[in-house]
T-cell receptor, first 111, second 117 residues
Framework: AQRVTQPEKLLSVFKGAPVELKCNYS??????LFWYVQYSRQRLQLLLRHISRESIKGFTADLNKGETSFHLKKPFAQEEDSAMYYCASKDYGGATNKLIFGTGTLLAVQP | EPEVTQTPSHQVTQMGQEVILRCVPI?????FYWYRQILGQKVEFLVS????????KSEIFDDQFSVERPDGSNFTLKIRSTKLEDSAMYFC???????????????FGSGTRLTVV
């Protein structure tokens, strides 16, 4: 079965430090991958999708097929980046358009 | 920016009671979904809905669950006889297309936290 793995439950960094939130996936083909962010008590918001190769709020994520990874990076963390981050993949195991999520990483940016 | 709206934000119910979780998807979206997240665990797909019928459901979505679009705007999730293990955050989502990355992709609501006591 497809899996999305986020090994870190919590990542604590100081403001201005680089951030890397890890995500690994299991899928032998070309996956569709996403990062979602959830600020305190708010909705899940799409942060990035790998096909668009865009940078949102300074975050980037590159698909590495060799390592089956899609790590989220930001060179200089800001306090407002503190949130729950979920990596997700399109689930190719069924007929419809659904996502498989990782367990999430809580990013805490200290002042 | 259009939003998916979920009500209530938090519901407490007694075991064995029926609950209905409500969602108002984005108005021009055609595909609707429910996900749930048990505390400390991952967000899991429950069901997808299109053209007034279920397109796909997970093994979690057993006979205790049902979905409905009663009036063309609301999209509801009903749990007939709640169990303690139904306690979770339930997320509604909608999309304009069948593809994950096409068009608007997915838009999630802010969730309903269901606590079964």
């Amino acid at each position: 079965a497809q899996r999305v793995t986020q090994p870190e439950k919590l990542l604590s960094v100081f403001k201005g430090a680089p951030v890397e939130l890890k995500c690994n996936y299991s899928y032998s083909g070309s996956p569709e991958l996403f990062w979602y962010v959830q600020y305190s008590r708010q909705r899940l918001q799409l942060l990035l999708r790998h096909i668009s190769r865009e940078s949102i709020k300074g975050f980037t994520a590159d698909l590495n097929k060799g390592e089956t990874s899609f790590h989220l990076k930001k060179p200089f963390a800001q306090e407002e980046d503190s949130a729950m981050y979920y990596c997700a993949s399109k689930d190719y195991g069924g007929a419809t358009n659904k996502l498989i999520f990782g367990t999430g990483t809580l990013l805490a940016v200290q002042p | 920016e259009p939003e998916v709206t979920q009500t209530p934000s938090h519901q407490v119910t007694q075991m064995g009671q029926e609950v209905i979780l409500r969602c108002v998807p984005i108005s021009n979206h055609l595909y609707f979904y429910w996900y749930r997240q048990i505390l400390g665990q991952k967000v899991e797909f429950l069901v997808s809905f299109y053209n007034n019928e279920i397109s796909e459901k997970s093994e979690i979505f057993d006979d205790q669950f049902s979905v409905e679009r009663p009036d063309g705007s609301n999209f509801t999730l009903k749990i007939r006889s709640t169990k303690l293990e139904d306690s979770a955050m339930y997320f509604c989502a909608s999309s304009s297309t069948r593809t994950t990355t096409g068009g608007d992709g997915y838009t999630f609501g802010s969730g309903t936290r269901l606590t079964v006591v």
